[in-house]
């Protein structure tokens, strides 16, 4: 339990400060362009890296021992996001700076996830995997409310600064909590390409596998008013910094308690059939931003919609349950890749759509297609289901 409280204290203080940045990031490329589609960009430019990290560094998890990898891996960040804070850092630099901050958080997404059920095994697994992901929620939900009031007060610069004392921190907590252990493979050492190979044969010869991948991939239209919250409440609703990180954080409080909830009425054997309908759900509760609701109802609608977003509890347990541990790294990583790249390019559009219609109405035109898309994964999902019964 010692290790499972170091991974999960890491997890909660990083991810404040993941959140804090996201807010500084955006409130300074907005003030410096005024761009709805270059603030989105700033989103998408930290989810494109795993186009590349996501399949070629994930596999770092399984070929090295773990906890080198995570501690690795938060020393680089950190670095990296304390050159974001050298004054007149031009605005290209600092996308380059993100984007490199990127490519590290493949493996250390797939080493964190991997080293659970080593952590906690058997059934303290499932529990330590809500409480989890439950805390990744409020972390979000604290970051990006405390972030706007913080950027506010003391301006982006110094909030980048705290995310990176965040990382360095994680680093020092992951090397001397956590205990060394050897290299998750069995007889012999496989080679980058054969624990490559081994991960994306798990995930594409599995449908369930990869319709759970799909109902994952749909955070890239739950992310609509997440991308676009700066701009439409600075634009759109006239109101300052700390408005955007409150409606940042509607979202995350409703799936940290949509999780809890889940967690708490429904059986393990009952919660994977609420996928579909929660899916559907969720995203057509953005449907009404197109009359451009007020600030407070825009919250309430994004923070239920978070709430129907719980249904992906049941997907990362259904997912890490069948997944083999020898590769488990790598097929993490490739699941995690695929949501990231949902995410990235949703940003990306989300913002240039944006120029073409309201911030508002890009919001609720990403809820009613990701409705149509969840639908359809549904049905998949239930013919699978009746096939395997």
């Known amino acids: 339990m010692r290790e499972f409280q170091i991974l999960w ?10 959140q804090l940045a996201k807010v500084a990031l955006s409130v300074l490329v907005f003030e410096r362009t005024g761009s709805a589609f270059l603030t989105a960009a700033t989103y998408g430019v930290t989810y494109i890296p795993y186009l590349i990290a996501g399949p070629v560094l994930s596999p770092l998890a399984d070929r090295y021992p773990r906890r080198g990898v ?3 891996t938060d020393l680089i960040r950190g670095a990296l996001v ?11 630099s600092l996308f380059v700076l993100v984007f490199c ?16 059920p080593d952590v906690l095994p058997g059934d303290m697994f499932v529990l ?9 929620q409020v972390t979000q939900v604290l970051g990006f409310a405390v972030g706007g009031i913080t950027v506010s007060l003391i301006g982006a ?13 994680g680093a020092l907590m992951f090397r001397v909590g956590l205990a060394a252990r050897p290299v998750p493979t069995g007889p012999g050492r496989p080679g980058m390409r054969q624990v490559i190979g081994q991960g994306t044969k798990v995930i594409l010869g599995d449908r369930r596998m990869r319709t759970l991948i799909g109902f994952g991939m749909l955070a890239g239209f739950y992310i609509a008013p997440e991308v676009l919250a700066v701009p439409y409440v600075r634009r759109e609703l006239d109101l300052d910094a700390s408005h955007a990180g409150i409606m940042l954080a509607a979202g995350p409080l409703g799936l940290s308690i949509g999780s ?10 009952r919660r994977i059939n609420v996928l579909g309908p929660l899916a559907v759900l969720g995203l057509l509760l953005l449907l009404p931003f197109w009359f451009t609701p007020g600030f407070f109802v825009s919250c309430l609608l994004v923070f239920l919609s978070g709430m129907a977003g719980g249904y992906n509890l049941a997907a990362n347990q259904a997912f890490i349950a069948i997944t083999p541990h020898v590769a488990r790294g790598q097929a993490l990583g490739l699941a995690q890749t695929m949501l990231m790249l949902a995410q990235g390019m949703a940003t990306i559009l989300a913002g240039a759509m944006a120029k073409l219609v309201t911030t508002a109405g890009t919001i609720a035109i990403a809820g009613a297609a990701g409705a149509v898309v969840a639908a359809f994964l549904w049905l998949a999902w239930a013919r699978t289901e009746r096939s395997r019964g």
Not at 9 to 17: E, N
Not at 128 to 136: C, D, K, L
Request: positive net charge; hydrophobic residues 55%.
């Open 82 to 92: 304390a050159l974001m804070v050298i004054p007149g850092m031009p605005l290209w």
């Open 260 to 269: 809890v909830l889940i967690t708490r009425l429904l059986r393990p054997s």
């Open 128 to 136: 330590g995997s809500a409480i989890t992901q439950t805390t990744n």
């Open 9 to 18: 204290l890491a997890l909660a203080q990083s991810g404040i400060g993941d």
């Open 70 to 72: 995570l501690v690795a």
């Open 101 to 116: 901050v990127g490519l590290a958080r493949p493996p250390f997404e797939a080493a964190r996830t991997a080293s659970m």
């Open 157 to 169: 610069p110094w909030a980048l600064a705290l995310n990176a004392a965040s990382f360095f921190l």
